[in-house]
T-cell receptor, first 110, second 119 residues
Framework: AQSVTQLDSHVSVSEGTPVLLRCNYSSSYSPSLFWYVQHPNKGLQLLLKYTSAATLVKGINGFEAEFKKSETSFHLTKPSAHMSDAAEYFCVVSFRKVTFGTGTKLQVIP | GAVVSQHPSRVICKSGTSVKIECRSLDFQATTMFWYRQFPKQSLMLMATSNEGSKATYEQGVEKDKFLINHASLTLSTLTVTSAHPEDSSFYIC???????????????FGPGTRLLVL
């Protein structure tokens, strides 16, 4: 069995400040982990993925995430938020089957 | 990267009619495609797994006779919502997995989604 928990349903940051979106997972195996972004009325875009290589994963648009097995976490970060980052972000765990987190809505305040 | 398309992007229909949504992998072959449903302000819920040349596997609680899935080729899967009712109004998203990738945690590539509104 596997599950994923996004600890914050809504995060609000000021433009230019760091972003932290939290994700914890549980899995009986060694899963792959993903972060996807969804802009309003749009499909999902892959930001980054972890597949048992380097624990610090760099993605598109300046985002990165660190896989911490001891903490079963895969938090998403960005040093400086941009207005265009405002969207819904989903953490996903995958081992034979894909499980989505409930999503975190990121608001960027100008 | 791999591209998945969906058609139509938006559809409005009358209650009782059937609606077909197409999902295509444009630059890769996909033996497996997935159909998700997303209600407003909620996460994606897997409806079914579509397997090329065989019957789809439906998640618990999803009516297979209402949501007909056909995966006739390695690049096309269709979802037909039969006798649609207002409660079927939702955002339907498909994804595809590259057939050449066999690892359990391989990436899924998502389509842009289809917004269905049943009046």
């Amino acid at each position: 069995a596997q599950s994923v928990t996004q600890l914050d349903s809504h995060v609000s940051v000021s433009e230019g400040t760091p972003v932290l979106l939290r994700c914890n997972y549980s899995s009986s195996y060694s899963p792959s982990l993903f972060w996807y972004v969804q802009h309003p009325n749009k499909g999902l875009q892959l930001l980054l993925k972890y597949t048992s290589a380097a624990t610090l994963v760099k993605g598109i648009n300046g985002f990165e995430a660190e896989f911490k097995k001891s903490e079963t976490s895969f938090h998403l970060t960005k040093p400086s938020a941009h207005m265009s980052d405002a969207a819904e972000y989903f953490c996903v765990v995958s081992f034979r089957k894909v499980t989505f987190g409930t999503g975190t809505k990121l608001q960027v305040i100008p | 990267g791999a591209v998945v398309s969906q058609h139509p992007s938006r559809v409005i229909c009358k209650s009782g009619t059937s609606v077909k949504i197409e999902c295509r992998s444009l630059d890769f072959q996909a033996t497996t495609m997935f159909w998700y449903r997303q209600f407003p302000k909620q996460s994606l819920m897997l409806m079914a797994t579509s397997n090329e040349g065989s019957k789809a596997t439906y998640e618990q609680g999803v009516e297979k006779d209402k949501f007909l899935i056909n995966h006739a080729s390695l690049t096309l899967s269709t979802l037909t919502v039969t006798s649609a009712h207002p409660e079927d109004s939702s955002f339907y998203i498909c994804s595809a997995r590259d057939s050449e990738t066999i690892l359990p945690g391989e990436t899924q590539y998502f389509g842009p989604g289809t917004r269905l509104l049943v009046l």
